[in-house]
C-alpha cells in the first residue's frame, strides 16, 4: 500500500468511494453521518486544489482517500471542546473525510501512522453513532478528549493520539553529519538576506565542522528525530541556547518548541540566547515560550544580536 496526492482525474474514483463508506455507515446503524450529498465533489476537488487529498493505493488503483492538513489551531472547531479538554496546545494533523472501499484492513492504522510521521499530533474526530471508527481509535491508542461541535452544529467525538519522538545528543560522527544536513538546509532557508555567496558557503560539511568545533568548546548538541529522520536541532552550552533550527518541510508542527523546552529543562541557571534583531519570526517563537530581552546587545557586524532570557 502507497499513500500519494489525490489526482483530479481520479474524482469518480473517490466519489464512489464516499459512496461505499457512506452505505456502510448506515448498514451499521450510522443513519446521521454524512449525509444531504457530504461531502460534495466541489468539497473534494477543493481538498485536492489545495493539496489536501491523498489516497491509499493498491495495485495502482485507489482504494482509500482521507483529507490531511496541519499547523496551529488549523481545525476551528477544535477550538472549544466540550466534556473534556485536548491534552495540549501543540501544532497537530488533522484527518477527516476518511472513506475506503474495504477491500484494504488497517486503513486507519496506516493513515494515522502516515500523518504521526510528519506531526508528532493527531486529532480526529467522528460521530457518537460511528462505532467502527470508535473501535480504531480505541485499538490504535487515541485519547477520547470530549465532544466538538461542528458547524452545522452537530456534535462529533473529538480523539488526539501523539507520538513521542526521539530528542539524543550528537555523539558520534553519523550524528553530527545529521545535524550538519538540518542544519545547512535549514540555515540557507532562514537567511535568504544574506547572499547567494554567503549562503552557498554554508554546506552540510561546513556546518558539521562548525558543530563539531563547538563541541571542543563545550556545547552539547541535540537532535530530534521522528521515525528515522532528523528534523531539528539545538546547542546548549551552559545555560545559553544556540542553533535552534527546523527543517523547512518540518516547521509550525511543534518540533522546535519541543526542543527548546528540552533544551531549557537542561539548562543549569536562567536560559539565555541571542537573537538578530531582524528575525521578527523567531521573537514571537521565543516570546511565545516566555522569553524576554534583557537589554544586552552584541553588535559586531551590521545587525546587532539581543540577548533573550528565560527566569524562573
Not at 51 to 68: H, K, L, P, S
Not at 184 to 208: I, K, M, N, V
Not at 246 to 262: K, M, N, S
Request: aromatic share 8%; net charge negative.
Amino acid at each position: 500500500m502507497n499513500i500519494r496526492p489525490a489526482r483530479e482525474s481520479e474524482l469518480p474514483r473517490l466519489m464512489e468511494l464516499f459512496d461505499t463508506a457512506r452505505a456502510y455507515m448506515r448498514r451499521n446503524g450510522n443513519t446521521v453521518q454524512w449525509v444531504n450529498g457530504y461531502p460534495s465533489e466541489d468539497l473534494i476537488r477543493q481538498d485536492i486544489a489545495q493539496d489536501r487529498a491523498f489516497v491509499v493505493e493498491e495495485d495502482g488503483i485507489a482504494e482509500a482517500v482521507f483529507c490531511y492538513l496541519t499547523g496551529r489551531h488549523v481545525e476551528p472547531t477544535y477550538a472549544v471542546i466540550h466534556g473534556g479538554a485536548w491534552p495540549d496546545d501543540a501544532p497537530y494533523g488533522v484527518i477527516h473525510r476518511l472513506a475506503s472501499s474495504g477491500k484494504l484492513r488497517g486503513v486507519m492504522g496506516l493513515c494515522a501512522d502516515w500523518a504521526l510521521s510528519r506531526c508528532p499530533v493527531l486529532r480526529v474526530d467522528t460521530h457518537e453513532s460511528n462505532a467502527t471508527m470508535r473501535a480504531a481509535m480505541a485499538r490504535l491508542g487515541f485519547t477520547e478528549c470530549g465532544t466538538i461541535i461542528l458547524g452545522d452544529e452537530t456534535p462529533r467525538i473529538a480523539f488526539q493520539k501523539r507520538r513521542d519522538c526521539l530528542i539524543r545528543e550528537c555523539r558520534t560522527e553519523e550524528d553530527f553529519r545529521a545535524a550538519g544536513a538540518v542544519l545547512s538546509e535549514a540555515w540557507q532557508a532562514s537567511h535568504g538576506f544574506c547572499g547567494p555567496d554567503f549562503l552557498a558557503r554554508h554546506t552540510p560539511e561546513e556546518r558539521t565542522e562548525y558543530l563539531e568545533a563547538g563541541i571542543r568548546q563545550g556545547k552539547r548538541v541535540f537532535t530530534i528525530e521522528n521515525g528515522s529522520k532528523v528534523l531539528s536541532l539545538v546547542s546548549l552550552c551552559g545555560s545559553e541556547i544556540g542553533d535552534l533550527y527546523v527543517l523547512p518541510e518540518a516547521q509550525g508542527l511543534g518540533y522546535g518548541r519541543l526542543l527548546l523546552d528540552f533544551a531549557v529543562r537542561q539548562a543549569p541557571g536562567d536560559p539565555t540566547l541571542w537573537l538578530l534583531e531582524n528575525n521578527t519570526a523567531a521573537q514571537r517563537f521565543y516570546e511565545d515560550a516566555g522569553f524576554t530581552f534583557t537589554g544586552r546587545e552584541n553588535r559586531s557586524g551590521k545587525l546587532a544580536e539581543r540577548e533573550m532570557t528565560l527566569q524562573a
